[in-house]
């Protein structure tokens, strides 16, 4: 059962990366990196850890862990009489990540609400011909769905947010 937990780590590992690489703009190491350390947990990855399982240069995983600090992506914790550092992932990342998706779906809104409002506002003019009039139900529907998604995404943030206290 473990040498099967392994594997299935290792693929989650890899397909995780893939989406960082994409969705983090990360380069390959640090996507796998970042990865490596969420699927670990909070007993935390070592240095060691991450050369021997990524099969990395120790400079190269030098290199990101420092790159992924800086980005606060992940922290670092120490325990007492040993020397090394055991790397998480950063507890705010997860709340980051949930105000950006929300500023970035308010902005999509603000403009689907002036685009129907413009689009309102052609329609309701008296020489628009039914023909020519816009329908809105799209722009009603995306709107619906961004609050939706924004009051979701915000009350996971207050779970999050409360656990950390």
Sequence with gaps: MEKELIVKKNQLIEKLGVHFEHSEQLAPVAA?????????????????DLV???CASKSTI?????????LNKISYFTKMGDRKKYFII???????HVNDMVSKWELEKELHE???DYKTQINN?????????FDLTYHENYINYLNLAMTSMLELKSKVVAMKS
């Design 32 to 48: 796998r990196i970042l990865a490596f350390i969420i699927l670990t947990g909070k007993v935390g990855a070592t240095f060691e």
């Design 52 to 54: 021997s399982n990524l």
């Design 62 to 70: 030098s290199t990101h862990l420092n790159h992924l600090q800086d």
């Design 90 to 96: 950063n507890a705010d990342t997860l709340v980051q």
């Design 114 to 116: 002036e685009v129907a």
């Design 125 to 133: 003019l008296e020489s628009t011909t039914s023909e020519l009039k």
